[in-house]
């Protein structure tokens, strides 16, 4: 799963601030990990967007103008879940979808979001955006969404056997 607004919008040449649509090598990433693993792998973006109206609208705009994404089944959902923690926060939204039966990846870039999931028992692969806490917790780190593919395969081999 991939989760964090800022991880699917952010690349190093586009800001996440303004995104038009989500960035091509995010799009690519995605489009990888559906060429590798089929039907055997479901993304989704659980995005926590608590206070902006703003944010919420840019994430289903940037989601809206790459038809590519939603077309091609690269994201099979998205999820705004509106709480840091309880019932609605991420770690809870991806337990939910999980059930406790299938292995969840949360890939984002807030650390605490990370260290929660990772602490739960999912996978959790940190985008370290500048400026931002490092999580220790990390199943792996980087830079950038695209960058996650080689971590994400490390992390689901184990779970496809």
């Known amino acids: 799963m991939i989760g964090i607004r800022h991880s699917i919008e ?5 800001s996440t601030w303004d995104p038009q649509a989500i960035p091509w ?8 990990i559906r060429d ?10 659980v995005s926590l967007i608590r206070y902006s109206d703003k944010n919420r609208q840019r994430l289903i705009e940037a989601l809206n103008n790459s038809p590519r994404v939603l077309n091609q089944g690269l994201v ?5 879940s509106t709480e840091k923690v309880g ?4 770690k809870e939204c991806i337990r939910a979808i999980a059930q406790n039966r299938v292995p969840a990846c949360l890939i ?35 830079n950038f969404l695209e960058q996650a593919g ?12």
């Open 36 to 45: 590798r693993y089929e039907d055997k792998v479901l993304v989704a973006i």
């Open 87 to 90: 019932a609605l926060a991420k």
């Open 108 to 142: 984002g870039d807030n650390a605490d979001t990370i260290r929660e999931n990772v602490e739960f028992g999912h996978g959790g692969i940190h985008v370290k955006l500048r400026k931002k806490p490092y999580c220790p917790q990390a199943t792996a780190g980087v």
């Open 10 to 14: 952010a690349h190093a040449t586009t």
């Open 150 to 161: 080689p971590a994400f395969d490390e992390w689901l081999q184990p779970h496809l056997q």
């Open 25 to 32: 090598p995010n799009v690519q990433f995605l489009q990888d």
């Open 76 to 80: 099979a959902f998205a999820i705004i």
